[in-house]
């Protein structure tokens, strides 16, 4: 896994981040990140853990038990 890809620039991990947030908050695994480098995979885990959170207030353990 490359630490930084040349081509990176803010723009780019601020789509990682929305990016993970969305799958976060619809529920995927953090293994889905599509991402190859180690500072962009960092911002979609970011975003995905608080989208995470985010689905995880919208749906408590006991209703995800129910569906």
């Known amino acids: 896994m490359k630490l930084v890809d040349p081509q990176w620039d803010v723009e780019n991990l ?3 981040y929305r990016r993970g947030f969305m799958a976060g908050m619809v529920g995927k695994e953090i293994s889905t990140c599509p991402h190859k480098t180690e500072l ?3 911002a979609w885990e970011a975003g995905w853990c608080d989208g995470k959170e985010q689905f995880d207030i919208k749906y ?6 129910t569906v």
Do not use: L, Q, W
């Open 40 to 42: 962009v995979i960092n």
């Open 14 to 16: 601020e789509k990682a």
């Open 60 to 65: 408590p353990a006991s209703f995800k038990k």
